[in-house]
Every structure is written in structure tokens, then in C-alpha cells.
């Protein structure tokens, strides 16, 4: 039976031709399948597709990376009936598939999918949803502010060019938490909401710490520990091991509100998350099911 796929292709995304995403997509899914491809031309514009196109397809398949996902994501999560997502990953940074086994290699690209797929949660902050991140603090605000011609040219280190003035530019905030009802202040330089293996291909969880589809969020949260020096040693030490520490806090839960004085500049999934003075961020579980090709 002829399966109707959908294929949302962002040419921006990483470095590698448009032309040569839509064959290796091709050739990755095989035959017997009847294709609509729809090129992305702005931002948002991943999830208008997805949101117009989404219920009359078998399939919608992601090619492009985090950002062009957590569009595609945020426009299925508008359809009464979502079709599956399966993802060809050309960003720069690739953390959502990689957390899902993807990798270079065509041999081990879906390794940790099951033919059938699986249901995995998402998140919605403030009415948004994102896929497999919501942070603030130190360096976050260079994944969406380094320019994508940068991106293109220099691929990932176009993040360390861009993000050097941010190691001398870096803010606290003074924030009150409530974590699934318990209630908490902390100064915080850095935080991060995941519910993925990796983050920005710098922290790693251990694989059993985190199950994508369990109903609870990972949570990080690095206290401003006095100096940028220390900030920097503490989140060097967090890129070998994410553990507990004086300065660390890790936690899980299901809902958390933050609530600021001064505006919270959030990052979702490597896009700009607008500033907020307070958060809402809930665990939407297993609302969408990923298959492999």
C-alpha cells in the first residue's frame, strides 16, 4: 500500500546541498511511498507546513536540524491526528537526533529505533512547544544569535567564533522555582530543562539517567558560584560528568514554574525563546511517536 509522505526540507540547515538531502531521503525510505516535498522559505515556516499538510500524510519527514524538528513539532502538536515524524538530521549540532541514535554512519543511523517507532515526550513552556530543550544563562542565546551563513561556512565551530565575547558578557538571575509543588530560590547562571541524552554536544547524561518517553524532565541547574572562573571550571567539570555538587543541582519532574524579577531570555531547542518574566514549563507525554525509515 502507497503511504502518502510529507517532506518538510529546510535548504538552510548545515552544509550539505538541498538537492543531496532529498535523494539520500529518498533512497533512505525505499519505495512505496508518494512524496510531497515543500521547501521552507522563513522562519515559522516548517511548522505552517506542517500544521496545513500534516493530517493528510502517512509520514512527515524532518530534513534539516533542531530548529527546523522543534518547528515541524510545534505545528503536528496542532493536528487532531499526527502522523508519525522521522527525521534526516543536516544541522550543525544534530543533539535531538543523536539522542535518538542517529549518528554519521549509515549503518548505526537509527540504531536505537525500533522498526515500529516510539512515542517520546515533548515540553511547552509558556504555551510553546519544543522538543528536547529550554534553557538560560551563560553562552545560551549563541545558538540562535550566531548567523547561519556562519553556520554554513564553519559548521559547529561557528559557535565558538560567535560565542567568544559571551565568556566576558555573562548575567545571574535571582529566581524562584516550583518543581512539581516543591518550592525553592536559587541564583542561577546556567540552567537547562532536557529531555535528551546531550545538550549542545558539550553535556552528557548517562543513558540511564534519562528515558525519553517516562514523563519527567531533566533538570540542571549551576548556582552562580562567585567569578566567571569558577563559572567556567564548573561547567568544564559538568562537560566530563553531570553529577551534584556545592554549585550543581539536579533534579526531575513533570512541571516547573520559574519566576524572575528581571525577564528570563529563554533558548528552545537552540531558538530564541523570547524573555519571561515567569516560565510554565510542562512535560506533554509521549505526544508524539518517531519511526525510523
Known sequence: ?????????????????????LKAARRQLGAGFLWTEVITESPQHARQIAREKGEKADLILAIGGDGTISEIVNGMMMLSNRPPLTIIATGTTNDFAKALGWTRSKKTRWKTLQKEGFD??????????????????????????????????????????????????????????????????????FFALTNSYRLAG???????QVVLDD????????????????LRMLLV???????????????????????????????????????????????LTRAIRIVRP
Not at 554554513?152 to 524562584?176: Q, S
Not at 514523563?215 to 569558577?230: A, D, H, L, N, T
Request: positive net charge; charged residues 30%; proline residues 4%.
Open 215 to 230: 514523563g519527567q524532565f531533566e533538570v540542571m541547574i549551576v548556582r552562580y558560584p562567585g567569578s566567571f572562573i569558577k
Open 237 to 283: 567539570s559538568l562537560s566530563k560528568r553531570i553529577e551534584e555538587s556545592r554549585f550543581v543541582r539536579l533534579l526531575r519532574c513533570k512541571r516547573l514554574v520559574l519566576s524572575s524579577k528581571v525577564p528570563l531570555p529563554l533558548c528552545l531547542d537552540g531558538e530564541d525563546g523570547g524573555l519571561h518574566k515567569e516560565i510554565t514549563i510542562t512535560n
Open 120 to 189: 517520546i515526550d515533548i515540553g511547552d513552556a509558556n504555551g510553546r512547544k519544543f522538543v528536547y530543550c529550554a534553557c538560560f544563562g551563560f553562552l545560551c542565546s549563541v545558538a540562535y544569535k550566531t548567523p547561519q551563513y556562519l553556520k554554513k561556512m564553519f559548521g559547529r565551530m561557528a559557535y565558538y567564533f560567535w560565542g567568544i565575547p559571551g565568556f566576558f558578557d555573562f548575567r545571574h538571575y535571582e529566581v524562584e522555582l516550583e518543581a512539581d509543588g516543591e518550592k525553592s530560590k536559587e541564583d542561577i547562571a
Open 1 to 21: 500500500m502507497t503511504k502518502n509522505v510529507l517532506a518538510i526540507c529546510n535548504p538552510k540547515a548545515g552544509r550539505i546541498k538541498l538537492r543531496d538531502r
Open 202 to 208: 558539550l553535556f552528557h547524561y548517562k543513558s540511564e
